[in-house]
């Protein structure tokens, strides 16, 4: 069976990004391939964090994907630092990874101006890490959002440079992408993300969303209620494409560009869509919150499993390498 992996940040309450930008799309995947999701821990900790608040966060985040419908029979959900091959793999392709393509990464130049007190060895190496995280599992296929396209195909080249180098032991991870695979924030600008408080979140109550939605930027340039707009300028219409059914998506593009429709009749579709869909996501996670011993049951068994096969593919890269046996 083809394997897949992927991973996300605890970040506690995840966001519509990503959950219409990946998560949808791992639930989908897991009936025809062996899936590994994973909670990043050491990826989080190259940015300034709570140490004491930092469990709870991986803990919530985990509980955000069970909500969403992972099912942990049919998938594996760990958590990356209980399986230390993640970073033992990590140091091996730093000795094969050249700075230059690590210091070109975009998310890395954004990081790097988000957090000018603390530009960090770890920052930098984040792209090597998520490459050890894929292979060590030698998986062929990573379900992410747009903005990881770039870090897979680091991922490639690392597997490339290791097996030239040393033996062909490892794939070239393929992308798959979601039909949302970019959704940008309320403000319209920027890459949705809980950093620029730009955010809706998956829990958030229905008023809360509706206040966000209501004051999202919509097309700029569609200023009174009879222009006509251009959905493709519009986050809102991005949105719908990801939430409403797709016998509305025509008629929604047809009713902009005509000025049939307005921004706030517009806006009040997605929101009835959105939360048909949030609903029982938010009914799901308050039923897992008097379930603390479960999650962590399905942490438990998600890192064991992991860990076989993380521990059979270092014993092959240490063989490979002529490491001291
Ligand atoms: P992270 O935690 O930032 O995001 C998790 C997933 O959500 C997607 N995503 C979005 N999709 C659409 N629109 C958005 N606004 C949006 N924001 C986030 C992301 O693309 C991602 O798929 N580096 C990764 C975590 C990681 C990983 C890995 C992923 C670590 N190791 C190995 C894949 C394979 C990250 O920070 O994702």
């Known amino acids: 069976m083809n394997k897949i992996f992927s991973g996300i940040q605890p970040t506690g309450e995840i966001h519509i990004g990503n959950y219409v930008g990946a998560i949808r799309n791992w639930i989908g995947l897991v009936d025809d391939y062996d ?8 990826h989080a900790i190259t940015v300034d964090y709570e140490a004491d ?15 969403c419908g992972l099912d942990p029979q049919k998938c594996r959900i760990m958590v990356q630092s209980q399986v230390p091959e993640h970073t033992e793999l990590a140091w091996v392709f730093n000795c094969v990874t050249p700075i230059g393509e690590v210091e070109r990464m975009t998310q890395f130049k954004e990081k790097s101006k988000q957090h000018r007190a603390n530009i960090n060895m770890g920052l930098m190496d984040y792209p090597v890490l998520q490459a050890a995280d894929i ?3 030698k998986a062929g296929f990573v379900p992410v959002g747009e903005d990881q396209v770039q ?11 290791f097996n030239s180098r040393f033996q062909p032991i490892f794939p070239e991870p393929q992308v798959i992408l979601s039909c949302a695979a970019k959704i940008l924030g309320v403000d319209g600008k920027s890459k949705m993300s809980k950093t620029l408080n730009n955010y809706i979140g998956l829990l958030e109550a229905e008023e809360s969303i509706w206040e966000k939605l209501r004051t999202a930027v919509t097309d700029v340039k569609r200023v009174r209620r009879k222009d006509p707009g251009c959905p ?6 991005t949105m719908h494409t990801a939430f409403s059914p797709d016998t509305m998506i025509p008629e929604l593009d047809k009713g902009c560009r005509r000025a049939d429709i307005g921004c706030v009749d517009c806006k009040k ?4 869509n959105m939360t048909a869909e949030l609903g029982p996501i ?6 897992l919150r008097s379930q603390p011993d479960y999650i962590r049951d399905v942490l438990k068994s998600g890192a064991e499993s992991c860990r076989d096969e993380a521990q059979q593919t270092m014993e092959e890269v240490r063989s490979v390498l002529g490491l001291y046996r």
């Open 53 to 67: 608040q930092f469990q709870e966060r991986v803990l919530e985040t985990a509980l955000n994907l069970l909500a």
């Open 269 to 272: 579709k997605l929101f009835e």
């Open 35 to 42: 899936c590994i999701y994973s909670v990043v821990d050491y």
């Open 282 to 287: 938010r009914e799901r996670a308050s039923a």
């Open 151 to 161: 870090h897979v195909e680091l991922t490639r080249e690392i597997a490339r440079k």
């Open 232 to 237: 493709e300028d519009c986050n809102i219409f």
């Open 135 to 137: 292979l060590v599992y």
